[in-house]
């Protein structure tokens, strides 16, 4: 093993691809090879002790970049994964076919004798069979004892690795792949208009999920009595699970700050926001808000949209790279079965964040032109394709993205249904994009941010043709302010 060729893999996430070969025909995949995990450790690292006691050859070993100690001691410690590729292995080799985390050995297992590593894991180990079907071939970490992970076939141990970190720190927990990934088909299945001629979607904005269970401070109970300090995120992910089990909408529409800011994981956070949409089968979209990639541990939002595009029932997409922002994107909504007749475009996009400014705190990016661009063009486009010129009254478009638009500032704005509790915080520069909005037959914009206004509204003196519903959905997440009927938008409205 030592003097093969190292596997060429991707680290980012600590998630490890394989290398795979496209064929002739369309749509189908022809795995070549797959990286298999031939041993794991710990390695802690001190600042006081030099040169590092843990030595380990780095064409072998691959650190799965999470620092376990979340970056709160002067030590650091790292799981670093032994890897092979598949087409390399012989029937010598001895591959890790179970992991386990704990004090004492588990049971031997058909002979087998259970290896003792760092952190406390105990790896298994047998020779290669001629198939990985049994055998570990990727190995992850999550934090906190309500992190979960909705990635098909993935497993997340209970137990957390023996660190002796602080008790204040969300503890290390280890996922791991069991045989050859299931590639994620290419086709998805379209959004399609109910035989009982209905679409429901249920917008869900500001999370705010963190790393660990979380803090909530200001919980009020439906009398507006203040509750006691509780774990925070565990209230939000039932919060979100009771409202899919009432609504049971066609899909859920996720528009901005799903993260904290600051948080020490990025994955482990955004998998809780995401878990219980997965867990119910409803297709999902997101886009993100301001604090969504703030923080210097923070993963960037295109690491966080690869990470969504990747996961059961996603129809995110990353966007064109010519556009600025991650996440400007279209989807379309089919009539019933069997029409391909597509009856509504939901558009999708990045409103950036805060920016600094010595006239107006809070100040923040407005909607770039390139973007503006993207979606009239967009429109245009979906319009030619329609055949149709003027569709505006039968043909339904909304618009969802995090940062309101200045127009929801407008005093005389007309509230009709929901209410406003607090002044709208947005971009102060005006880029127009509400009359591009308009001219593109944009029905409503769904927006978040504001956490709490809760509310739809129009601006005054709209005709017919050209009026656009500003809907605005509070916070969802108790780790800031919540009340009983923030955070959940549906659409249509009451149902």
């Not at 208009?193 to 705010?208: C, E, L, P, Y």
């Not at 043909?395 to 969802?400: E, G, H, Q, R, V």
């Not at 509070?474 to 009340?483: A, F, I, M, P, R």
Request: hydrophobic residues 35%; glycine residues 6%.
């Amino acid at each position: 093993m030592e003097g093969r060729t190292p596997p060429s893999q991707e680290c980012a996430l600590g998630l490890f691809t394989s290398k795979t070969a496209t064929s002739s025909t369309p749509h189908t995949t022809a795995i070549i090879t797959q990286p298999v995990v031939t041993d794991l450790t710990v390695c802690i690292l001190s600042p006081t002790v030099s040169p590092s006691t843990c030595k380990l050859d780095p064409g072998k070993w691959l650190r799965i970049e999470k620092e376990l100690y979340l970056h709160t001691s002067q030590q650091s410690a790292w799981l670093y994964v032994a890897l092979a590729n598949e087409e390399e292995l012989t029937a010598e080799d001895l591959l890790v076919v179970d992991i386990r985390v704990g004090e004492s050995p588990p049971h031997p297992s058909l002979g087998h004798s259970w290896e003792s590593r760092s952190g406390g894991i105990w790896v298994l180990k047998s020779k290669f069979s001629g198939k990985i079907n049994q055998a570990v071939t990727e190995v992850d970490v999550l934090f906190g004892v309500d992190a979960v992970d909705p990635r098909p076939q993935w497993a997340l141990m209970q137990s957390s690795l023996q660190l002796n970190a602080q008790p204040n720190v969300p503890v290390a927990r280890l996922s791991v792949l069991y045989g050859r990934p299931k590639p994620r088909p290419d086709a998805r299945v379209p959004l399609r208009v109910r035989k009982d001629g209905k679409f429901k979607i249920v917008q869900i904005s500001d999370t705010h999920m963190v790393t660990g269970v979380g803090v909530c401070k200001d919980a009020i109970d439906a009398h507006g009595k203040n509750l006691p300090e509780s774990e925070a995120d565990p209230l939000t992910v039932d919060f979100i699970g009771k409202i899919l089990d009432v609504e049971k909408p066609d899909l859920v529409i996720l528009t901005g700050d799903q993260l904290h800011h600051d948080i020490s994981d990025s994955q482990t956070a955004l998998f809780k926001v995401v878990a219980p949409i997965i867990e119910r089968s409803i297709p999902f979209a997101a886009v993100f808000g301001n604090h969504d990639s703030e923080g210097i541990h923070a993963l960037s939002r295109t690491a966080q949209m690869a990470i969504l595009q990747n996961l059961p029932y996603s129809l995110c997409e990353q966007g064109p790279e010519y556009v600025d922002g991650i996440g400007n994107f279209y989807l379309r909504v089919l009539a019933p079965a069997p029409s391909q007749l597509p009856i509504s475009t939901l558009y999708f996009l990045d409103s950036h964040g805060q920016i600094p400014s010595k006239i107006h705190n809070p100040d923040y990016d407005p909607i770039k032109q390139s973007q503006i661009d993207w979606f009239t063009d967009t429109c245009q486009a979906q319009r030619k394709a329609r055949g149709m010129e003027n569709d505006n009254l039968f043909y339904l478009s909304l618009a969802f993205f995090h940062i309101p638009l200045p127009e929801f500032g407008n005093p005389r704005l007309i509230i009709h249904n929901g209410r406003r509790r607090e002044p709208t915080e947005g971009p102060h520069y005006n880029t127009h994009f509400y009359d591009d909005l308009v001219k593109g037959g944009i029905s409503a914009v769904g927006c978040g941010h504001d956490h709490v206004n809760d509310f739809c509204a129009l601006l005054p003196q709209q005709t017919q043709q050209d009026r656009l519903w500003l809907c605005q959905a509070g916070v969802s997440g108790v780790n800031e302010l919540v009340l009983v009927e923030s955070g959940v938008v549906v659409v249509p409205p009451g149902e």
